[in-house]
């Protein structure tokens, strides 16, 4: 088995936390009378973070508004409400409960509690051996800074490991670390930008045999 570890993406990869994201900005923008944003909205928003997401925000609904103002009262109202309506995806358990013989991580760029407590309550925390959010090391994804702090805490070398996840960021994050890269397509990024990845698969269960190959 040449592969010894497996990263993790956290949002559009292993849960789709899409409605209670846009729950949280719009209880943000709520003092500013301006129509709700969807969900379909918020997926084409998310994963730079949430200071970058409010300023997406400001740009978007041309608020007059403090980013740091927005981003408490998301947080806020996010914190309370982390799976109100957070589901895992089909298929992740089941193929989590397979991978027994790997080390497994997750690196998000939601900030490192919140990204625990949404695991935790989801049941998928136990599986994990790291949990690696926005604020853990200096720099987020596409960085490869948090994917190369999992695998000097777990002593894997690169060639060892792979990064699976829903967006460009993850895949120009695994390459810049030297790892191999999978994109699911269920998430929250459309397909052509998620073709530099070594491999592209449609159900976390692929994954398996992905694993069998590498």
């Known amino acids: 088995m040449s592969i010894k570890l497996i990263i993790f993406d956290l949002d559009g990869t292993l849960v789709d936390s899409s ?10 923008v709520g003092p500013y009378n301006v129509p709700q944003v969807t969900v379909r909205e918020t997926i084409s928003l998310v994963g730079e973070g949430i200071s970058r997401l409010m300023e997406k925000i400001i740009e978007k609904k041309g608020l007059n508004a403090d980013r740091d103002f927005l981003s408490r009262r998301f947080l806020e109202y996010y914190s309370a409400h982390l799976v109100d309506k957070t589901t895992v995806y089909p298929g992740v358990k089941e193929t989590m409960e397979k991978l027994n013989g790997y080390k497994k991580a997750v690196i ?3 900030r490192q509690a919140l990204s625990a407590n949404i695991l935790d309550a989801l049941g998928l925390s136990a599986y994990l051996d790291i949990i ?8 987020r994804k ?6 190369r702090y999992v695998l000097a805490t777990l002593d894997i070398k690169p060639e060892s490991a792979v990064i699976v996840g829903d967006s ?19 998430g929250y990024r459309p397909l052509d930008i998620l073709r530099g990845a070594d491999f592209i698969i449609n159900r976390m269960d692929e994954l398996l045999g992905i694993l069998a190959k590498i």
């Open 132 to 139: 690696v959010g926005s604020d853990t090391t200096p720099e």
């Open 19 to 28: 409605g209670d994201i846009a729950d949280a900005i719009n209880h943000a």
């Open 108 to 110: 998000s760029n939601k």
């Open 142 to 147: 596409p960085s490869p800074a948090p994917v």
């Open 168 to 186: 460009n960021y993850d895949i120009e994050a695994g390459k810049a670390a030297g790892i191999r890269t999978v994109a699911v397509t269920y």
